[in-house]
Nanobody, 117 residues
Framework: QVQLVESGGGSVQAGGSLRLSCAAT????????MGWFRQAPGKEREGVAA???????SYADSVKGRFTISQDKAKNTLYLRMNSLKPEDTAMYYC????????????WGQGTQVTVS
């Protein structure tokens, strides 16, 4: 059973930083894509950043240059370093994993709230 557990969310002032973590267990495929999505109230869930098993990364235009996605394969943990946070980054952030970055049938974590004021 795949489980994704996010942590690291919180409340920060604009310009501040946070690091989100996502601990993954139970995923048995050597090839995968892991990513961060977010959903603000009244808005659709959107992709923020992704990294595949080869280490290739991609970012939404809105976070390029401010957010960095990384992974520690030994710990089966995904990270999202968020710098220069803006109020518009306020959202519930979700971790996801799938066979590839087309996100046909991802597994989701429960989410962690990020609030920027």
């Amino acid at each position: 059973q795949v489980q994704l557990v996010e942590s690291g969310g919180g409340s920060v002032q604009a310009g501040g930083s946070l690091r989100l973590s996502c601990a993954a267990t139970g995923y048995l495929f050597s090839s995968y894509c892991m990513g961060w999505f977010r959903q603000a109230p009244g808005k659709e869930r959107e992709g923020v950043a992704a990294i595949d098993s080869d280490g290739s990364t991609s970012y939404a235009d809105s976070v390029k240059g401010r957010f960095t996605i990384s992974q520690d394969k030994a710990k089966n943990t995904l990270y999202l370093r968020m710098n220069s946070l803006k109020p518009e980054d306020t959202a519930m952030y979700y971790c996801a994993i799938d066979r590839d970055c087309r996100w046909y049938e991802p597994y989701w974590g429960q989410g962690t709230q990020v609030t920027v004021s």
